[in-house]
């Protein structure tokens, strides 16, 4: 059994900052359940082109507001608490996070991810990124 609780993972390596998020990771492919499961806040008025191309997401979101979205056919979708979108094509999109407000998102990754990914300039995770730390 996995039990972790998010005040362990602030300030150690399994929580990654960005300028545009901050990914709290609790269960990653080291965990072997064959996904990974983060709690990632997108900081206020961010704007988040991203493209998952070796990976499905799955999102829910639990606070804040903003919107995403579809790069392939314009249509845009309001995200507030209680929302839920998966990228089950590979989506190419636009994430926003409205100004004055984060959004706290719980994300699903499969296949998982390791840890220590960060966007690359396409805005995708690369596929397995060897571990260099414990995460």
């Avoid at 300030?11 to 990974?36: C, H, N, Q």
């Amino acid at each position: 059994m996995i039990v972790r609780n998010l005040e362990q993972l602030i300030g150690t390596p399994a929580e990654v900052d960005t300028e545009g998020w901050t990914s709290r990771r609790f269960i990653l492919d080291k965990d072997g359940m064959g996904y990974s499961v983060h709690d990632t806040l997108i900081k206020a008025g961010a704007v988040l082109e991203m493209e998952y191309r070796n990976h499905l997401e799955t999102v829910y979101c639990i606070e804040g507001e903003g919107e995403i979205t579809d790069l392939a056919t314009g249509q845009t979708h309001p995200i507030r608490p209680g929302t839920l979108y998966a990228l089950n094509a590979n989506d190419r999109h636009i994430l926003r996070a409205n100004r004055g407000t984060h959004m706290r998102m719980v994300c699903v990754f499969n296949p998982p991810l390791t840890g220590l990914e960060v966007h690359d300039e396409t805005g995708a995770y690369p596929l397995n990124q060897p571990t260099t730390a414990s995460v």
